[in-house]
């Protein structure tokens, strides 16, 4: 895709959660020296199919990314909201004017290569709607509620969910719309998609991009960066 016809993206970074899980702020914590957030930010700001950036974080965290005006492209903060899909709502309302896509990604995913950014993109302009994923190639189990195994589950056509996903700014717009009027929760934007009833393309993702979500993640992700 040449860079005339890449539509104008405008990458939401979701980072406004307390890292309960994790007993300490994962999001500043270093990754061979740089904050989590700090490489999930680089990610986006090397990405050619990228314009512009909000960050959905507290002060706090802003201030672990450096100065602003150094930065690359366009990057703003807002403030989040009390769940995630409270603070992907703040960064739409905050999206400049002349976005076309809009693609939201986990702060916690530092691992996220441009290229797959910019194949999910491309995507993302035929389709109004894509996602990076990794296919299911564990073997499945289904237990019952004492652990004991009951029986194999087919991997045949499942996915484990990645971010970015990425849509058209009208369209997620309504898929938010439709969230707050049925006070529907979803965990991702895919979800919201699928109540409007819109197909999301997958993308799969050719590169590591996992969620730093315990210390040992952080460990892993260390030693893919090195």
Avoid at 2 to 21: E, F, Q
Avoid at 27 to 36: E, Q
Avoid at 134 to 152: H, I, M, N, P, W
Avoid at 203 to 209: A, D, L
């Amino acid at each position: 895709m040449s860079t005339a016809s890449i539509p104008v993206c405008t990458a939401i970074i979701v980072a406004a959660g307390s890292s309960r899980r994790m007993g300490f702020d994962k999001l500043s914590a270093p990754l061979c020296g740089v904050p989590v957030l700090r490489r999930t930010l680089d990610a986006f700001l090397t990405a050619d199919a990228i314009s512009s950036i909000i960050i959905v974080c507290p002060e706090e965290r802003w201030e672990l990314l450096g100065e602003a005006a150094r930065f690359t492209k366009p990057v703003v903060r807002v403030d989040g909201g009390k769940d995630r899909q409270d603070s992907v709502a703040q960064g739409l309302a905050a999206l400049p004017d002349g976005t076309e896509l809009v693609a939201v990604h986990d702060g916690a995913r530092p691992l996220v290569h441009p290229d797959d950014i910019a194949r999910c993109v491309a995507e993302a302009a035929v389709h109004q709607a894509a996602t990076l994923a990794r296919r299911v190639t564990e073997t499945l189990k289904r237990s019952d509620e004492d652990a004991f195994c009951t029986g194999a589950v087919s991997r045949e056509n499942l996915w484990f969910m990645e971010t970015p996903q990425i849509f058209s700014a009208e369209l997620l717009r309504q898929a938010y719309a439709k969230v707050e009027e049925e006070n529907l929760t979803i965990t991702d934007e895919v979800s919201a998609a699928e109540a409007l009833g819109v197909k999301v393309k997958f993308v799969e993702s050719k590169h590591p991009n996992l969620k730093v979500t315990t210390p040992a993640d952080l460990g892993l992700a260390e030693a893919l960066i090195q």
